[in-house]
């Protein structure tokens, strides 16, 4: 509970968060928009009324806020060179200013991949990678700036976060290295 009370915190004062989970209902808590993944493939986007009631996530829908700040365009992800075994296909999605973007989607479904394209960490992609409208080259290639802006937090939250800390320790200490 603290954790998305301090999360809320941050986009009210404007910053854009990614958050990748398997817990729907912490989804619905921190989202304003949500990506729902399956086999790669986006099967529905839109306000949290996209979420399923059960993990069945099959339900469509649509909705936008804001300007975006990271967009994707057509990311489609392979694990092995020149295209072979895509497990990402044709993604699009925005993270606004002042908004949560959730992705959800079952063990398998991509959720993973997807991020740590965003993040630059996962190079055999095809698409585009936009922050505030210019490209996003991969993690080794990005300023100083593009990688303090665009971070990744590992999915086990116990490793990622000192709950005895605010949210806002943990990101100043990403944008300080």
Excluded at 23 to 51: C, E, P, S, Y
Excluded at 84 to 95: F, Q, T
Excluded at 113 to 128: K, M, P, V
Excluded at 147 to 156: A, F, L, M
Aim: proline letters at 5%.
């Amino acid at each position: 509970l603290q954790l998305v009370h301090e999360l809320r915190e941050l986009t009210a004062a404007g910053l854009g968060i990614l958050l990748l989970s398997h817990d729907l209902d912490l989804v619905r808590a921190l989202a304003t928009r949500v990506v729902v993944l399956d086999a790669g493939q986006v099967i529905a986007a839109g306000t949290t009324d996209v979420l399923p009631r059960t993990p069945d996530l099959d339900t469509p829908g649509t909705s936008t806020a804001g300007k975006p700040l990271l967009t994707a365009m057509n990311l489609k992800a392979s694990l092995r060179p020149r295209g072979r075994e895509v497990v990402l296909h044709e993604a699009d999605l925005s993270v606004r200013a002042g908004a949560c973007l959730g992705i959800v989607g079952r063990s398998g479904s991509g959720k993973t991949t997807l991020a740590r394209c965003l993040a630059g960490l996962h190079e055999r992609y095809t698409g585009s990678i936009l922050l505030d409208d210019l490209p996003l080259p991969v993690l080794r290639r990005r300023t100083r700036d593009q990688h303090r802006r665009v971070q990744y937090v590992w999915q086990e939250v116990r490793g990622s976060f000192d709950e005895r800390r605010p949210v806002d320790h943990h990101l100043a200490q990403c944008i300080d290295r």
